[in-house]
Antibody, heavy 123, light 106 residues
Framework: EVQLLESGGGLVQPGGSLRLSCAAS????????MSWVRQAPGKGLDWVAA????????YYSDSVKGRFTISRDNSKKTLYLEMNGLRPEDTAIYYC????????????????WGQGTLVTVSS | SYELTQPPSVSVSPGQTASITCSGD??????VCWYQQKPGQSPVLVIY???KRPSGIPERFSGSNSGNTATLTISGTQAMDEADYFC?????????FGGGTKLTVL
């Protein structure tokens, strides 16, 4: 059974930093691209960042480019999201999601999701 | 940036067919996925590559994609299908989501 367990969320002041982690199990982690997707309270899904299976291809949404960094440690089966320069509009539940393919490609869907971790940016 | 447009809400009677649309420029040139999200839960993939169902998704869920519009169809809608539904495709960004549609079964 695929399991994705996010951690690292919490309350942070504007301009602050957080590092989210996503521990994966139940599948061959090295075989699939991974994404972070967020959802502000009462709002829709907002794709944040994606990384290919081997880590060689990385993409960001325009809203987080230059502030957030996605990475993965395949030896630890863990996905990360380093978030700097946090803004109130970054407040959301952050989900880790597994892609159906190894490449960050258009034909993939996100077939497994974690339970999410809440990030609140407020003074 | 590429945009996907969904109706905010759709209503259907139990046992009837629900259709949820997703519109985007030349959408039929791209693959579309659909996700179901119930309150307090994480999203679940119900359709990928326009028409395919992941393992465990009931056959009453189907998808199509033609022209500028993709459609998620739920045949014989059940009360348990009441949820938010999001379409997803791609453009310069590998994942682009629609705004979501709240399906009410009444």
């Amino acid at each position: 059974e695929v399991q994705l367990l996010e951690s690292g969320g919490g309350l942070v002041q504007p301009g602050g930093s957080l590092r989210l982690s996503c521990a994966a199990s139940g599948f061959t982690f090295t075989g699939y691209a991974m994404s972070w997707v967020r959802q502000a309270p009462g709002k829709g899904l907002d794709w944040v960042a994606a990384i290919s299976a081997g880590g060689g291809s990385i993409y960001y949404s325009d809203s987080v480019k230059g502030r957030f960094t996605i990475s993965r440690d395949n030896s630890k089966k863990t996905l990360y999201l380093e978030m700097n320069g946090l803004r109130p509009e970054d407040t959301a539940i952050y989900y880790c999601a597994k892609d159906m393919v190894a490449a960050v490609a258009g034909e993939g869907g996100l077939d497994s999701w974690g339970q999410g971790t809440l990030v609140t940016v407020s003074s | 940036s590429y945009e996907l447009t969904q109706p905010p809400s759709v209503s259907v009677s139990p046992g009837q067919t629900a259709s949820i649309t997703c519109s985007g420029d030349t959408l039929d040139n791209k693959y579309v996925c659909w996700y179901q999200q119930k309150p307090g839960q994480s999203p679940v993939l119900v359709i990928y590559q326009d028409t395919k169902r992941p393992s465990g998704i009931p056959e009453r869920f189907s998808g199509s994609n033609s022209g500028n519009t993709a459609t998620l169809t739920i045949s014989g809608t059940q009360a348990m299908d009441e949820a938010d539904y999001f379409c997803q495709s791609w453009d310069s960004s590998p994942k682009v989501f629609g705004g979501g549609t709240k399906l009410t079964v009444l």
